[in-house]
C-alpha cells in the first residue's frame, strides 16, 4: 500500500521562485495535514484540511498557501520562495480528527533549499 | 495554549541498556498523548497511545503511562537495540477533539552504540 505519497522528495529553488508540493493519499482519509520540521523546533503545522474543498491555517501559515480540490490530494504552494522556507515538508492525514485517534499517517518528507 | 517539552538530545546509549525518555506536558482539561517515532529517512510513525490518566501504551518493547498527576508520559524500553536509533516524538491532542491535528515536543535523537 503507498499511504501517503509526497512530490518531488528534494527540491532546490532560488529565492523569489515558485513551487508546489504535492501530497497524496490512497486510504480515504478526510483530514490532511502539512507540516514543517526545523532542526530544534519539532514540527509545526502549517496548513490543514478537514475535508475536499477546505482548508485551515495552522501555526505557521505565512508565505503558504494550500488547496485540497480532490480528496485525495493536499497541494503547498509557495509563491515567493525565501530562504526560512528551506525545511523538510511532512504531509499527513488521518480517517477522523487526529486528536480523537492520534492516528495521522505521515510522508516521507519533502526536503526543500531556498537559496 | 497546549504544548509539550522533552529531552532533546542526543541520547546516547549502548546496546541493551535501559532508555528512559522524559516528555512533560501543559494542556487544558485531559488530552491524548501519543508517542511518535521517525527513522532515518522517514516520515513519522505512532508507537503508542494513552487516551486517559493511568493508562499504559505499549507498543516493540516500549512503554509509557499518563501520569496526571505530575502531567508526564515518559518513554521506557528495558533493553534497547541498534535499531532503536531513532527521533522519537511525544505529543498531546487536544482534549476538546479539534480538527487541527497533534501539539509535538521538538523531538529526542537517540543513538544506541553496538
Known amino acids: 500500500n503507498a499511504g501517503v505519497t509526497q512530490t518531488p522528495k528534494f527540491r532546490v529553488l532560488k529565492t523569489g521562485q515558485s513551487m508546489t508540493l504535492l501530497c497524496a493519499q490512497d486510504m480515504n482519509h478526510e483530514y490532511m495535514y502539512w507540516y514543517r520540521q526545523d532542526p530544534g523546533m519539532g514540527l509545526r503545522l502549517i496548513h490543514y484540511s478537514v475535508g475536499e474543498g477546505t482548508t485551515a491555517k495552522g501555526e505557521v501559515p505565512d508565505g503558504y498557501n494550500v488547496s485540497r480540490l480532490k480528496k485525495q490530494n493536499f497541494l503547498l504552494g509557495l509563491e515567493s520562495a525565501a530562504p526560512s522556507q528551506t525545511s523538510v515538508y511532512f504531509c499527513?492525514?488521518?480517517?477522523?480528527?487526529?486528536?480523537?485517534?492520534?492516528?495521522?499517517?505521515f510522508g516521507e518528507g519533502s526536503r526543500l533549499t531556498v537559496l | 495554549g497546549d504544548s509539550v517539552t522533552q529531552m532533546e538530545g542526543p541520547v546516547t546509549l549502548s546496546e541493551e541498556a535501559f532508555l528512559t525518555i522524559n516528555c512533560t506536558y501543559t494542556a487544558t482539561g485531559y488530552p491524548s498523548l501519543f508517542w511518535y517515532v521517525q527513522y532515518p529517512g522517514e516520515g513519522l510513525q505512532l508507537l503508542l497511545k494513552a487516551t486517559k490518566a493511568d493508562d499504559k501504551g505499549s507498543n516493540k518493547g516500549f512503554e509509557a503511562t499518563y501520569r496526571k498527576e505530575t502531567t508526564s508520559f515518559h518513554l521506557e524500553k528495558g533493553s534497547v537495540q541498534v535499531s532503536d536509533s531513532a527521533v522519537y516524538f511525544c505529543?498531546?491532542?487536544?482534549?476538546?477533539?479539534?480538527?487541527?491535528?497533534?501539539?509535538f515536543g521538538k523531538g529526542t535523537h537517540l543513538i544506541i552504540q553496538p
Open positions: 505529543a498531546l491532542s487536544d482534549a476538546g477533539g479539534g480538527a487541527d491535528g497533534l501539539t
Open positions: 499527513a492525514s488521518s480517517r477522523t480528527s487526529g486528536s480523537n485517534t492520534g492516528e495521522l499517517f
